[in-house]
T-cell receptor, first 114, second 111 residues
Framework: DTAVSQTPKYLVTQMGNDKSIKCEQNLGHDTMYWYKQDSKKFLKIMFSYNNKELIINETVPNRFSPKSPDKAHLNLHINSLELGDSAVYFC?????????????FGQGTRLTVV | QKEVEQNSGPLSVPEGAIASLNCTYSDRGSQSFFWYRQYSGKSPELIMFIYSNGDKEDGRFTAQLNKASQYVSLLIRDSQPSDSATYLCAVNGGSNYKLTFGKGTLLTVNP
C-alpha cells in the first residue's frame, strides 16, 4: 500500500488552463503539506495543513488554492497556469509537528506547462 | 530570510570511502534537523534526524549537530554506489509545520 499517493504522476497542459493535483495519505497523519521542487531541485514549502486547517501559506500566488476535505486528503488546484509553474509538486504528511516529526513524501507530480 | 545552505557538489568519492556532507542554517531558533536522500526522479526519503548537539549514529550514517556554529553534517561510512543520490538538508525553520530545505548535494560513489 502506498502511504502518500498523488495523482496524476505527470501532467502536461497549456498556459492559461486550470488543473488539479490530488493527494491522499493512509498513514492516519493529521498534517499534510505541498512542496514545489523546481528544475534546480530546490524543494520549497507551499502550504501546511493540520486537521484540515491551513497553518502555513508560504507567499504562494493566489492562483494556487489548496483544499483539504478531510485529514487524509489535500488537493491542489491551480488556476491560469503559467510557464513558471512547471515543476515537480510533492505532497507530504506527518503526525503532528514536534521536533522529531518525520514527513513522508508522495511520489511527486511532474507538471509541465507549454 | 531563513536559509539553509549546502554545497551543491557534485561530491565524488570512491566506493568504501567516507562521504561528508555539510549544511549550515541561518535561523538560531531552529530546533530539529533532517537529512533526506533523493534518487533521481524519486521522492525524498528520510535518512535520519537530529535535534541535540553532538553525534547521532544509525548504521553507516552519522549526523553531527553544532548549534553554536549553526552547522549540521552527515557522514556516510563505507560508501556504496547505491548511496549515489542528492542529499537534502532540512531544518525546522522556526515553525514545526515548515521544513526549510537546502538545495541539496549530489553525491556520486564510484565503484
Amino acid at each position: 500500500d502506498t502511504a502518500v499517493s498523488q495523482t496524476p504522476k505527470y501532467l502536461v497542459t497549456q498556459m492559461g488552463n486550470d488543473k488539479s493535483i490530488k493527494c491522499e495519505q493512509n498513514l492516519g497523519h493529521d498534517t499534510m503539506y505541498w512542496y514545489k521542487q523546481d528544475s534546480k531541485k530546490f524543494l520549497k514549502i507551499m502550504f501546511s495543513y493540520n486537521n484540515k486547517e491551513l497553518i502555513i501559506n508560504e507567499t504562494v500566488p493566489n492562483r494556487f488554492s489548496p483544499k483539504s476535505p478531510d485529514k487524509a486528503h489535500l488537493n491542489l488546484h491551480i488556476n491560469s497556469l503559467e510557464l513558471g509553474d512547471s515543476a515537480v509538486y510533492f505532497c507530504a504528511s506527518s503526525q503532528g509537528a514536534t521536533v522529531d516529526t518525520e514527513a513522508f513524501f508522495g511520489q511527486g507530480t511532474r507538471l509541465t506547462v507549454v | 530570510q531563513k536559509e539553509v545552505e549546502q554545497n551543491s557538489g557534485p561530491l565524488s568519492v570512491p566506493e568504501g570511502a567516507i562521504a561528508s556532507l555539510n549544511c549550515t542554517y541561518s535561523d538560531r531558533g531552529s530546533q530539529s534537523f533532517f537529512w533526506y536522500r533523493q534518487y533521481s526522479g524519486k521522492s525524498p526519503e528520510l535518512i535520519m534526524f537530529i535535534y541535540s548537539n553532538g553525534d547521532k549514529e544509525d548504521g553507516r550514517f552519522t549526523a553531527q549537530l553544532n548549534k553554536a556554529s549553526q552547522y549540521v553534517s552527515l557522514l556516510i561510512r563505507d560508501s556504496q554506489p547505491s548511496d549515489s543520490a542528492t542529499y537534502l538538508c532540512a531544518v525546522n525553520g522556526g515553525s514545526n509545520y515548515k521544513l526549510t530545505f537546502g538545495k541539496g548535494t549530489l553525491l556520486t560513489v564510484n565503484p
